[in-house]
């Protein structure tokens, strides 16, 4: 079985998908992390993320992989665990320009593509519904206003002892969401054929109950 969850960044797509394939017993692939993974390598090569003539080239130096360890994902860049080093900001936004580039998305398709024809998964990312598992079960497509994600990153950095900025996040949770809309290939949108989940009022739990109800009536 294949459940996609699409949504824009700060929507918990994540957290909530993790929890949901360890209730499910499916297996989860968090595909932001490829390419974080992707933008992680272009930062160290001093690349311009949003370059296609600088980021192209460096693909045929890339071996990105996913491993499950112990129930956790953790992501291999050309055999390095960089699992840990791609939750930053500035990987963040890298990886939020590399993925509007074609030919970064077409590198990692078949390898979405190749796990989730192997396994019952849960994939969450931008174009998991539309493009990359159209014959998904259960298409989600999870939001929430841009205050609300905005409020949910600024305390997740604290959290890590990282300042943050709420008008600085807000602004930056904005321009993401513009850029993954209005790209011109495989921008994010809700699938004729998918839920929209908006959470804004939902705690974590209500989210994950929802989803869990909605997976169990497509599973019946």
């Known amino acids: 079985?294949?459940?996609?969850?699409?949504?824009?960044?700060?929507?918990?797509?994540?957290?909530?998908?993790?929890?949901?394939?360890?209730?499910?017993?499916?297996?989860?692939?968090?595909?932001?992390?490829?390419?974080?993974?992707?933008?992680?390598y272009v930062i160290r090569k001093g690349a311009k993320a949003s370059s296609i003539e600088e980021v192209v080239p460096l693909l045929a130096e890339i071996k990105i992989e996913m491993k499950h360890i112990e129930n956790e994902q953790h992501i291999f860049l050309n055999g390095e665990d960089v699992s840990g080093l791609i939750r930053t900001e500035s990987v963040s936004a890298?990886?939020?320009?590399?993925?509007?580039?074609?030919?970064?998305?077409?590198?990692?398709?078949?390898?979405?593509?190749?796990?989730?024809?192997?396994?019952?998964?849960?994939?969450?990312?931008?174009?998991?519904?539309?493009?990359?598992?159209?014959?998904?079960?259960l298409k989600i497509f999870l939001t929430a206003k841009p205050e609300v994600r905005a409020e949910r990153?600024?305390?997740?950095?604290?959290?890590?002892?990282?300042e943050a900025n709420f008008d600085d996040v807000l602004a930056d949770v904005i321009?993401?969401?513009?850029?993954?809309?209005?790209r011109d290939f495989r921008?994010?949108?809700?699938?004729?054929d998918g839920i929209l989940l908006d959470n804004s009022e939902l705690s974590f739990e209500e989210t994950f109950e929802?989803?869990?109800?909605?997976?169990k009536e497509r599973m019946a």
Do not use: C, W
Request: proline share 4%; aromatic share 6%.
């Open 1 to 40: 079985m294949k459940i996609a969850i699409d949504g824009p960044a700060g929507a918990g797509k994540s957290a909530t998908a993790k929890a949901v394939a360890k209730e499910l017993g499916f297996i989860y692939v968090d595909t932001g992390a490829l390419y974080r993974g992707i933008g992680l």
């Open 94 to 137: 890298a990886a939020s320009d590399v993925s509007a580039i074609p030919a970064v998305r077409d590198f990692l398709f078949d390898m979405q593509r190749d796990i989730a024809e192997k396994n019952d998964v849960i994939m969450d990312g931008r174009d998991i519904g539309t493009v990359v598992l159209p014959d998904a079960e």
């Open 153 to 162: 990153r600024v305390k997740q950095l604290l959290e890590k002892g990282i």
């Open 175 to 182: 321009q993401r969401d513009y850029n993954d809309s209005h």
């Open 187 to 192: 921008p994010l949108k809700l699938a004729e």
């Open 210 to 215: 929802k989803i869990i109800s909605l997976a």
